[in-house]
Antibody, heavy 121, light 107 residues
Framework: EVQLVESGGVVVQPGGSLRLSCAAS????????MHWVRQAPGKGLEWVSL????????YYADSVKGRFTISRDNSKNSLYLQMNSLRAEDTALYYC??????????????WGQGTLVTVSS | EIVLTQSPDFQSVTPKEKVTITCRAS??????LHWYQQKPDQSPKLLIK???QSFSGVPSRFSGSGSGTDFTLTINSLEAEDAATYYC?????????FGQGTKVEIK
């Protein structure tokens, strides 16, 4: 059974940093691209970032470019999101999602339960 | 950036009614359009991939159609458990984008 378990969400002050993690199991992790998708309270889904199967290609939404860094450790079946210079508008539930393709051009059949990031003073 | 516009934003429907949600892309995306269902306090669930491909585990009353810029999600004979917000999502180009969501309420 595919499982994605996010962690690392906390309350952080504006300008602060945070690293989210997503532990994957139940599938061959390095066969698939992975994504981060977020959802602000009461709002819709917003795609944040994509990393290819080998970590060689990464892409970001304009809203986080230059502040967030996606990475993965295939030896640990883990996905990460380093979040710097956090703003109030980054407050959201952050989901990791498994792509159906190696380079990230597919749909997201599997999602984690999300981890909540709150940016507030 | 490809903008996905869903309509309607909200729909109140009687059980057994047919529901139609549309998603219009700001430029052609071929068939790289997927539909998700999200219930309160749950993660999104994939319903339809590549515009019209269903798969096991998703009730047959859910179907999708369209290509290019215009897409439709149809729920035939709505059931109470279908109360949720539905999102379309494109994987044709970066950045990936989602529609704003359509909330379906059961009367």
């Amino acid at each position: 059974e595919v499982q994605l378990v996010e962690s690392g969400g906390v309350v952080v002050q504006p300008g602060g940093s945070l690293r989210l993690s997503c532990a994957a199991s139940g599938f061959t992790f390095d066969d698939y691209a992975m994504h981060w998708v977020r959802q602000a309270p009461g709002k819709g889904l917003e795609w944040v970032s994509l990393i290819s199967w080998d970590g060689g290609s990464t892409y970001y939404a304009d809203s986080v470019k230059g502040r967030f860094t996606i990475s993965r450790d295939n030896s640990k079946n883990s996905l990460y999101l380093q979040m710097n210079s956090l703003r109030a508008e980054d407050t959201a539930l952050y989901y990791c999602a498994k792509d159906s393709e190696v380079y990230g051009s597919g749909s997201y059949l599997h999602w984690g339960q999300g981890t909540l990031v709150t940016v507030s003073s | 950036e490809i903008v996905l516009t869903q309509s309607p934003d909200f729909q109140s429907v009687t059980p057994k009614e047919k529901v139609t949600i549309t998603c219009r892309a700001s430029q052609s995306i071929g068939s790289s359009l997927h539909w998700y269902q999200q219930k309160p306090d749950q993660s999104p669930k994939l319903l339809i991939k590549y515009a019209s491909q269903s798969f096991s585990g998703v009730p047959s009353r859910f179907s999708g159609s369209g290509s290019g810029t215009d897409f439709t999600l149809t729920i035939n004979s709505l059931e109470a458990e279908d109360a949720a917000t539905y999102y379309c999502h494109q994987s044709s180009s970066l950045p990936r984008t989602f529609g704003q969501g359509t909330k379906v309420e059961i009367k």
